[in-house]
Structure formats: C-alpha cells, structure tokens
C-alpha cells in the first residue's frame, strides 16, 4: 500500500523569501503525485501533478515541484513567498492516474510572515 | 457549471442523532469519493464509487454508509452520530480518465 509522509507540521517563512515543503512517499511501483493546496475554510486546490515523463513539474500560482525516484521524494517549491500563499498545503499518491482514491499526508501549514 | 456540490456546509448533531451528508456533480464522473479531514491529520477516505450501484469502504468506513443509485449523486449516512466523528467532509470526483480530483467545499459537522 502507498503512503506519504511530510515531515513539516508548520513552516515559517518571510514574505519573497524562498519555500520548499518535504514531501516522501512509499509505493513499490511508478507513483502518481499530487500537491493540493488548501486555504482555511476552504475546499482543496490542486496545484500540480506527476504522472510520468519530466520530472520537474510546474504548477499554478508559480509553484513547481520535482520528482526525484531515488530519494522518493516530490517536493514543492516557489521561488518567491507571497502573502496569499499562506495556506494548508498537502501532498497526495495513487496508484494510478487517479482513479483509485489518493493517498494523503497529514500536511503542512504554512504561515508566511511580513 | 456547479461542479462538486456538498451540502450542508455546516452542521451540529446531538450524540445518537442521524444524518446524511449529500454530495452532486454534474461532470458525469463514474468515480467518487468522500473523505474526512481532521486536524493534523490530512484527509481519510471513508467511501468510494467507481459507478452507480458499486461502492467500496474506504480507509475509516466505521459509523457511515453510504449508496450510489446514480452517477449523479453519492450521499454519506451516518447513522448514530458520535464525539468521534466531528470533522470536515469532503466529496470528490474524477475523470474516467483519472488525472484530476475534483472536490466539493466541505462539510463542517459538529457532533455534541
């Protein structure tokens, strides 16, 4: 069974600073990886996708992601922290290219200060 | 186009009372799903469909049910309502192709 792990409960950053939110997964066979994002009282967002071929991923709101196989990661990143992104940001794996329900970690809240 | 459609947004029980939470899409998706969020905790799928008449429990199923007599609509019973079932629930859907979940708003569900 696949599973997903962000290490970071809560992360801090400055407003045009650079973020970088850990995501790792666990699943034997080729993911599928997704960053959702969710503001509070709010639904979730998706910001990207990986399903195969490149594996830098670019996303909406200026978010980019990287799957790398060899450390089973798939981090976010954006270069550039505005105050609107602070927000619940999750990470999630399938088996497929979506429809076996996803698998989500436990997420990370980030708060971005002035 | 309303997409996914919960409703109610929010909601209080008293301990032992019924309720369902009703889910709609208008997207003609086979696939749907409900999930429950908690804090710390990201989101645990309870129920899923893969089309009308067929539905498979889910990571948390225990104290819910749920039905699926059209492609349509996926509503969420739950039965006895509990302390432990206070949480946010959400619906969603995807492609026959997969690629993309789409989901409703949520549920705010207190239970006292």
């Known amino acids: 069974a696949q599973s997903v792990t962000q290490p970071d409960i809560h992360i801090t950053v400055s407003e045009g600073a650079s973020l970088e939110l850990r995501c790792n997964y666990s699943y034997g066979a080729t993911p599928y990886l997704f960053w959702y994002v969710q503001s509070p009282g709010q639904g979730l967002q998706l910001l990207l996708k990986?399903?195969?071929?490149?594996?830098l991923v670019q996303g909406i709101k200026g978010f980019e992601a990287e799957f790398k196989r060899s450390q089973s990661s798939f981090n976010l990143r954006k270069p550039s922290v505005h105050w609107s992104d602070a927000a619940e940001y999750f990470c999630?794996?399938?088996?497929?290219?979506?429809?076996?329900?996803?698998?989500f970690g436990k997420g990370t809240r980030l708060s971005v200060i002035a | 186009n309303a997409g996914v459609t919960q409703t109610p947004k929010f909601r209080i029980l008293k301990i032992g009372q019924s309720m369902t939470l009703q889910c709609a899409q208008d997207m003609n998706h086979n696939y749907m799903y409900w999930y429950r969020q908690d804090p710390g905790m990201g989101l645990k799928l309870i129920y899923y469909?893969?089309?009308?008449?067929?539905?498979d429990k889910g990571e948390v199923p225990n104290g819910y049910n749920v039905s699926r007599s059209t492609t349509e609509d996926f509503p969420l019973r739950l039965e006895l309502a509990a302390p432990s079932q206070t949480s946010v629930y959400f619906c969603a859907t995807t492609q026959p192709s997969g690629n993309t979940i789409y989901f409703g708003e949520g549920s705010w569900l207190t239970v006292v």
């Open positions: 999630a794996v399938g088996r497929d290219s979506g429809n076996t329900p996803l698998v």
């Open positions: 990986y399903f195969s071929g490149d594996t």
């Open positions: 469909s893969v089309g009308a008449g067929i539905t």
